[in-house]
């Protein structure tokens, strides 16, 4: 073999490491990203979701709405991306604890019976007014002595969820929103942010502020994170609660 053929074999051979080297590491990388997605999420390979579904309180019979539908959509594919299973069912068929499953709950208390048990019970310092008058306070959000109004398609908040319990192994994520496409938004932000806020709160409980901004030109798309509300949402408050507030 002259010094052409033996260089060029030996250069064969170091692409070939080089590659394999630089595919075990994407594939070691891959993994280690699966591990903490699924750890965050408490989807375990082939471990089954429930996703809770909401009604639309505006609709004349018992319905989904398109924004609610669209954020169970994207929650499906988290849940898949998981190698887990998604149940879905409606927020009046679901009679259990929390901590078996991983849980997701859609809408506020208004429209999901499920979140508000889970506010009553886990988060008693958050409260929010479900009374349909007077229409310019429904849906306000009552947080550690503040409030928060919403402004119908230009400034509208929604509460991102990740709930605990130290008996309990798995996770209930809320997205409790002042409407439907706040619910949406709120979902989306957990797609785009979850590596971020597992490196934040691992596999702990936090409680997320979101503003949506102007919704009827943006949709769900543009979201400010107004504040960790998690202490004030937890704690219970000592101010009476007010009339339509839960």
Not at 4 to 31: E, F, K, P, Y
Request: net charge positive; aromatic share 6%.
């Amino acid at each position: 073999m002259n010094d052409d053929v033996r260089n060029i074999v030996l250069g064969l051979v170091a692409t070939g490491i080089s590659a394999s080297l630089g595919w075990l590491a994407r594939t070691c990388l891959w993994r280690r990203k699966l591990r903490r997605k699924r750890a965050f999420f408490g989807l375990p390979e082939n471990a089954e979701a429930l996703l809770v579904v909401n009604r639309d309180p505006a609709a004349a019979e018992p319905a989904v709405h398109r924004f609610d539908v669209f954020a169970l959509l994207e929650l499906s594919a988290l849940v898949k991306e998981c190698g887990a299973h998604a149940d879905v069912v409606t927020q009046d068929e679901v009679r259990q604890g929390f901590g078996e499953r991983a849980e997701f709950c859609v809408g506020g208390p208004a429209s999901n019976r499920r979140t508000a048990a889970h506010m009553s019970a886990l988060l008693p310092g958050l409260r929010i007014t479900v009374e349909p008058e007077p229409v310019a306070e429904r849906g306000t959000f009552h947080i550690g002595g503040e409030r928060y109004r919403r402004e119908r398609g230009v400034a509208e908040y929604v509460l991102l969820a990740r709930i605990t319990a130290e008996d309990r192994a798995r996770p209930v994520f809320l997205f409790c929103g002042q409407s439907a496409i706040t619910n949406q938004a709120a979902t989306r932000y957990l797609a785009r942010h979850h590596e971020r806020l597992a490196r934040r709160y691992g596999d702990g409980t936090f409680v997320l502020l979101l503003k949506v901004l102007n919704s009827q030109a943006y949709g769900p798309d543009v979201v400010e994170r107004v504040a960790d509300v998690t202490r004030a949402a937890r704690t219970p408050s000592p101010d009476p609660e007010p009339a339509g507030a839960q």
